[in-house]
């Protein structure tokens, strides 16, 4: 990598491994003393010049959307059936059009986390028993599953990696929506399931400028989606609002998901709110803590929540995600 110093035009290059290796954000020029910003440098026109960056990228992320992530168009006629008047027979006969979908709702339906082991014998008794809300999350976990269970090679995940996190922080949003407003949940837990799905689409952009993306995290120590910005001129968030407008989703979901990491740029919106503590509480459940920021104090604030509360959601989660993962995934 090249750098050269501000004040007295002195070029230096430094080998990628000594720059991996590096923790301060200067270096000290030897001819004149002047303190260098070498995370600068690591961003620089020449390195930034073949790449799509901010508009341009975001122009052409929105272009490819229904290639990169096709929502199933069943779900989304589900979704509107049942926030609609449509009747459980309706949606039985909807979901009945792809017997693959009917067959894993039927079994993530009869899995211990709903407590109905071997009861549920149809779509319309799910619907009846489980109810419109419970049974539209099953919907979505398992229209999603494979989308988010794959390797993401760019962002350094496995295969279902994002799967296990997406529905760790949707099944938390779902307990704290239902915690604050005594609903089913649905609406956050959808969104804490989405909340990540820009990763998917901008997976191969980061993966293509993998190298700029290394060394500047390790020379700033920047979370993702701050460094993201730096080098798309856009972030996971950005995109997940993208993919929620191609949708047709509300847009307060919409904007939860666009700003799940900075909920105080979102003009108070408390679904933000909630998808950046479930955030929180599923590194804790999964036993992320290495990198688990501090409890977000502006969200327990917003959401008129205790940090014993938190706790107490947390160890729930816990046991919902470890009966659920296994029979969606």
Same mark, same amino acid.
């Given at each position: #990598?090249?750098?050269?110093?501000?004040?007295?035009?002195?070029?230096?290059?430094?080998?990628?491994?000594? /720059?991996?290796?590096?923790?301060?954000?200067?270096?000290?020029? !030897?001819?004149?003393?002047?303190?260098?910003?070498?995370?600068?440098?690591?961003?620089?026109?020449?390195?930034?010049?073949?790449?799509?960056?901010?508009?341009?990228?975001?122009?052409?992320?929105?272009?490819?959307?229904?290639?990169?992530?096709?929502?199933p168009h069943i779900l989304l006629k589900?979704?509107?059936?049942?926030?609609?008047?449509?009747?459980?027979?309706?949606?039985?006969?909807?979901?009945?059009?792809?017997?693959?979908?009917?067959?894993? /709702?039927?079994?993530?339906?009869? +899995?211990?986390?709903?407590?109905?082991?071997?009861?549920? +014998? &149809?779509?319309?008794?799910?619907? !009846?028993?489980?109810?419109?809300?419970?049974? #539209?999350?099953?919907?979505?976990?398992?229209?999603?599953?494979?989308?988010?269970?794959?390797?993401?090679?760019?962002?350094?995940?496995?295969?279902?990696?994002?799967?296990?996190?997406?529905?760790?922080?949707?099944?938390? +949003?779902?307990?704290?929506?239902?915690?604050?407003?005594?609903?089913?949940?649905?609406?956050?837990?959808?969104?804490?399931?989405?909340?990540? &799905?820009?990763?998917?689409?901008?997976?191969?952009?980061?993966?293509?400028?993998? @190298?700029?993306?290394?060394?500047?995290?390790?020379?700033?120590?920047?979370?993702?989606?701050?460094?993201?910005?730096?080098?798309?001129?856009? !972030?996971?968030?950005?995109?997940?609002?993208?993919?929620?407008?191609?949708?047709?989703?509300?847009?307060?979901?919409?904007?939860?998901?666009?700003?799940?990491h900075t909920p105080g740029a979102s003009?108070?919106?408390?679904?933000?709110? /909630?998808?950046?503590?479930?955030?929180?509480?599923?590194?804790?459940?999964?036993?992320? %803590?290495?990198?688990? @920021?501090?409890?977000? &104090?502006?969200?327990?604030?917003?959401?008129?929540?205790?940090? %014993?509360? /938190?706790?107490?959601?947390? %160890?729930?989660?816990? !046991?919902?995600?470890?009966? #659920?993962?296994?029979?969606?995934?």
């Amino acid at each position: #990598m090249k750098i050269q110093c501000p004040a007295c035009a002195k070029a230096y290059r430094i080998k990628d491994e000594i /720059v991996h290796k590096v923790h301060n954000k200067t270096a000290k020029c !030897t001819q004149c003393g002047q303190l260098i910003p070498i995370a600068h440098f690591i961003l620089d026109k020449e390195a930034l010049a073949p790449f799509a960056t901010g508009e341009a990228l975001r122009q052409e992320v929105v272009g490819n959307l229904k290639k990169l992530y096709p929502m199933p168009h069943i779900l989304l006629k589900a979704r509107k059936l049942l926030a609609g008047d449509g009747n459980f027979d309706e949606l039985g006969s909807l979901l009945n059009t792809d017997p693959a979908l009917a067959s894993r /709702v039927l079994k993530v339906a009869n +899995s211990a986390y709903y407590g109905m082991s071997g009861k549920v +014998s &149809s779509l319309h008794m799910a619907a !009846t028993v489980l109810g419109s809300g419970t049974l #539209m999350q099953i919907l979505l976990l398992v229209g999603n599953a494979k989308a988010l269970g794959q390797s993401l090679n760019g962002y350094g995940l496995g295969s279902g990696e994002l799967w296990r996190h997406s529905l760790a922080v949707a099944v938390c +949003s779902g307990l704290i929506e239902k915690k604050l407003h005594a609903s089913d949940g649905e609406e956050a837990f959808f969104a804490g399931l989405m909340h990540d &799905s820009g990763k998917i689409i901008l997976d191969s952009y980061v993966l293509e400028r993998k @190298p700029l993306f290394t060394r500047y995290e390790a020379l700033t120590r920047e979370p993702l989606y701050a460094v993201e910005k730096k080098i798309l001129g856009l !972030t996971h968030g950005d995109i997940g609002f993208e993919l929620c407008r191609k949708w047709n989703l509300p847009d307060h979901m919409a904007t939860a998901i666009r700003d799940h990491h900075t909920p105080g740029a979102s003009g108070g919106n408390k679904l933000a709110y /909630v998808i950046q503590l479930a955030n929180h509480m599923a590194d804790r459940a999964l036993g992320s %803590t290495a990198k688990t @920021p501090p409890l977000p &104090s502006d969200a327990l604030t917003c959401l008129h929540m205790t940090a %014993t509360e /938190v706790e107490g959601l947390i %160890t729930e989660a816990l !046991t919902a995600v470890e009966t #659920m993962e296994e029979d969606t995934y």
